[in-house]
């Protein structure tokens, strides 16, 4: 993260992210080894801000995950979600 910081810092500046202090980067790591994610960002000055989801693990031979959101019940906020359906 110290080596890298200067760069996800003017990569967030030059794509315009809000991102205007390089303590407003967080660092997330374990992704890599999770059968799914879902994270929730919210954005700064946002007094009415709310992001919501919803999860079901389908246990067994074939497990599977289901994510579901509505994105007009997310205001405020940027939520991102990875791998769903059947995992390994």
Do not use: Y
């Amino acid at each position: 993260m110290v080596k890298n910081i200067d760069g996800c810092f003017a990569l967030a500046q030059a794509r315009k992210l809000g991102i205007k202090q390089m303590k407003e980067i967080i660092l997330v790591t374990g992704c890599h080894r999770t059968r799914s994610w879902t994270n929730v960002a919210f954005l700064g000055g946002e007094a009415n801000a709310e992001a919501s989801f919803g999860v079901k693990a389908f246990p067994g031979p074939d497990a599977s995950i289901d994510v579901r959101f509505s994105p007009g019940r997310i205001m405020g906020a940027v939520l991102n979600h990875g791998p769903e359906g059947k995992v390994r």
